[in-house]
């Protein structure tokens, strides 16, 4: 089941990297680079050793998660066994999650590097900055009305309102909105 199909909607945003501390640290290897065989229950490491543990299970939210470790005498002999984990009593554990959202996730990393992704994204930039508008200076998450014809109605004449505001704000040649000062950096003198 994929959800773009499923329900004809694409997503597109940014997801979080791999925050693991080899990624970080750029030694190592990276989650991504391990091969997985699904159908046979194993990983192979990028220096061929394999996996002898499998386990499904959830993690700390309720999400399916699945783990594997390789052996400690499989890892001890490898090369670069000080760079890839810090385990003293198990070789390397690789955590992921399911086939399917595994798959989802690696097309989605690999996708957001790409200058496609770039254009594409830089327009949800001015949508949700139309979104907090709604939100902040016309109450857009409270609906004053039951019924969905009336809060879309509500809707409506909310998405009228911002470009009544915007249209005043150009006449009257109001500059946009400078990014919020935080207290500190207000007290700071205008030349510095």
């Not at 139309?130 to 609906?143: D, H, K, L, N, Y």
């Not at 809707?155 to 500190?184: G, K």
Request: aromatic share 10%; net charge positive; hydrophobic share 35%.
């Amino acid at each position: 089941m994929e959800l773009p199909r499923q329900f004809g909607v694409e997503l597109i945003g940014p997801v979080l990297p791999d925050t693991s501390w080899q990624t970080q640290a750029g030694k190592g290897f990276e989650s991504f680079r391990f091969q997985i065989d699904w159908q046979a229950k194993q990983v192979r490491c990028p220096m061929g050793r394999t996996s002898n543990y499998w386990s499904e299970g959830i993690d700390r939210v309720g999400e399916p998660l699945i783990r594997a470790r390789f052996s400690r005498k499989d890892c001890e002999v490898c090369p670069g066994f000080q760079d890839c984990t810090t385990s003293a009593k198990y070789g390397r554990c690789v955590s992921f999650r399911p086939q399917e959202q595994h798959e989802a996730l690696q097309r989605a990393r690999a996708y957001q590097a790409t200058q496609e992704f770039k254009e594409r994204y830089q327009c949800r930039a001015g949508i949700e900055g139309s979104i907090s508008e709604a939100v902040r200076v016309f109450g857009m998450r409270r609906s004053r009305y039951i019924g969905v014809a009336k809060t879309h109605l509500q809707h409506m004449a909310i998405a009228a309102a911002i470009n009544l505001h915007r249209w005043f704000a150009w006449v009257e040649e109001r500059p946009m909105a400078a990014t919020r000062v935080s207290r500190f950096q207000a007290l700071a003198p205008l030349g510095s």
